[in-house]
């Protein structure tokens, strides 16, 4: 199947948020204290969640675009070429401090283990680099990092705005957003939703392979059905990210919100059984034939929500 495009022609898609260079390795278990485990198959990318997002949008949209915040170091000077190798547009900000890193360990039951260096840099409202005039009549934007000025700017921006609990100091000051997904599993994000849920007119809350459920505004609930993957797990890392970009797509293409979550969920089940989080992301061509998402997307909307 084909997304339904907007006013004939793709979404235009966004990331706002942050980037990290992370190595990743494969493990047959995360080292115990004390214990010396040898890692195998090692690599890099930039990634982290805006860097993820941002690369699973372009993929479904043909371009993305992240603006951001990157160290002026080696690692933010090789974060832009490489990104946009993977279809995405970076406008960034280069600070005098470290782009942040980390290690992720992939063990023997395809789960990551992730130790991040450093502080995360963020892009901020007053940032005149970022062109934020550019975002004017996006589709959807996606936000996982930066101050409260550059998510006024998205929300000011952006027919749908998406965001992650792990924004944290962006959110709380009154900014609404169409839509704010976190994992259910996780006691930070869950704890920043505790502080700033009613800020969201859905809260989605995935579960892994047990699909997840939201709630409305109006205080309807409801549930999605978890992806079976096309192929064996080889790596949990950029699931969740590939997930929320999925649904930030799909509300920006018109789909209605059973039909965005089964979106994401299949972003999510694809990026599962590929190494790192690019090596296997649902693509636009993915979905052509498809009649799946279509399907669940003319489901009736819950409780009269709407993004637009």
């Known amino acids: 199947m084909t997304l339904p495009a907007v006013n004939g022609r793709q979404p235009k898609v ?74 995405v547009q970076v406008r960034a900000r280069l600070l005098d401090a470290p782009t942040r890193r980390a290690v992720t360990l992939v063990d023997d039951r395809r789960e990551r283990t992730i130790t991040t260096f450093g502080e995360r840099l963020e892009p901020r409202g007053e940032d005149r680099e970022l062109e934020w005039q550019g975002l004017a009549g996006a589709d959807a934007v996606y936000f996982t990092a930066g101050d409260e000025g550059a998510l006024r700017a998205a929300r000011e921006a952006a027919r ?98 059973a039909g965005a979550l089964a979106l994401g969920a299949r972003c999510g089940a694809v990026c599962l059984t590929g190494r790192g989080p690019y090596g296997r992301q649902l693509t636009a061509e993915d979905l052509r034939g498809s009649s799946a998402v279509m399907a669940s997307g003319r489901a009736r909307r819950p409780g009269g929500w709407s993004p637009v």
């Open 14 to 87: 966004a990331v706002v948020g942050h980037v990290e260079w992370v190595q990743f390795a494969r493990v047959p278990h995360v080292p115990r204290a004390g214990e010396v485990v040898h890692a195998s198959e090692p690599f890099e990318e930039p990634a982290g969640g805006g860097a993820v997002a941002a690369v699973q949008l372009a993929r479904l949209a043909g371009a993305s675009v992240l603006l951001t915040a990157l160290g002026d170091d080696d690692y933010g000077h090789r974060t832009q070429p490489r990104m946009e190798e993977l279809g």
């Open 160 to 257: 749908v705005l998406v965001a992650s609990p792990r924004a944290r100091h962006a959110l709380g000051h009154g900014v609404p957003v169409d839509a704010l997904v976190l994992s259910a599993d996780d006691p930070i994000e869950r704890e920043q939703l505790a502080r700033v849920g009613d800020e969201a007119d859905v809260v989605v809350l995935t579960e892994g392979e047990h699909g997840g459920r939201y709630r409305t505004r109006s205080g309807e609930t409801g549930r999605w059905q978890p992806v079976t993957p096309p192929g064996e797990p080889v790596d949990a890392y950029g699931c969740g990210d590939s997930f929320a970009a999925g649904v930030t797509y799909g509300l920006g293409a018109g789909l209605e919100l």
